[in-house]
């Protein structure tokens, strides 16, 4: 192979997906051992600062401070240590928005479930899950049983929520709905965003009992007054009625094409006549071949999360709402992380 080749992006593409496993690992292992936040706070530390900071054996943090380094997110420069500017914005800090969460949440939950992905795709389902103790049919209610477990898995759901949701807060829709039904809204990281920016608004966060506990995290303290909270199963439980708007953030890419129906039409019969229903979710290209937040996720959901789904395209959503009764369907696409924002109106 000529060597200029080897040399074109696409070849040094190739050469980091194979050795991108290993380099997010190192990368999320420095984050549970808090050496950005270290760093953040004593920049151009030695060595020997971060061994006895760590208490990591001094052969091994060498092979892991390489591996970061490597991977772009550390720099050392006469055998002192500092954080790259993306790793200082990103990951130093342990503020709810912190990517170090996500980090850790997707070493710990989502990736080792990869190692399984042929097996689950040959039979269909999500064959990780018998990792996880239970018989019930989705990850989110087997952790449940592990609430240590849960709790990372929503703190690294709350972090990457708030590093996308920008797009969603700031749409002037949400200027005029006064209660918003946000279905699956887990710890109201994105119903208090929204309470923050729409002073005239109160929210009716809907999700499985374990959730709820949750429900009152750092970022909802200041609106407990305007949430309600309301437990039950998507699917077997009725959607709380009362509001004029509702939301499915990040919920509907998990499930099925006919659940996902099932959903929407339960949405519609709360809603009352002129109620808008807005969803905000990863959407892959109309020819299913660009977004690799998208691929990812829709891996994720088949081999462990819950057996189906995927980052569908905008037209698939449109459909759904159409046959669902909503009209007025459109779609704001090409949003931050392979967003859409998808609206229909109850006639």
Known sequence: MPSQQKNSPEYQKFDFLMNAPALFNAAATAAELRIFIFLS???GSDFGAIREFTGVPSHQLRVLLQGVCAAGLME????KYRNSAVAQDLLASDEPDSWAHTLIGWKEIYYPAFGQMTK????GTNTALESYPGDESTLYKRLTRNPELEGVFHKAMAAFTLASINDLVEREEFGTVKHLLDI????STTTARLLDRYPQMRSTVFDQPSVSGLAH???AQKFLDRI?????????TPFPEGADAVLFSHVLGIFSAEQIGTLLKKAYDVLPS???????????TEDETKGIYGARLGLYFNILASGTGMAYPAEDFESWLSEAGFENISTVAELDYEHGFHIGVKP
């Open 184 to 187: 699956g809204g887990g710890d």
């Open 76 to 79: 050392r420069s006469e055998g």
């Open 228 to 236: 309600d909270l309301v437990t039950g199963d998507f699917f077997d």
């Open 120 to 123: 689950a795709l040959k039979a």
């Open 274 to 284: 002129g109620g808008r229903i807005f969803i905000y979710d990863y959407n892959v």
């Open 41 to 43: 706070e004593n920049p």
């Open 217 to 219: 995290g750092k970022e």
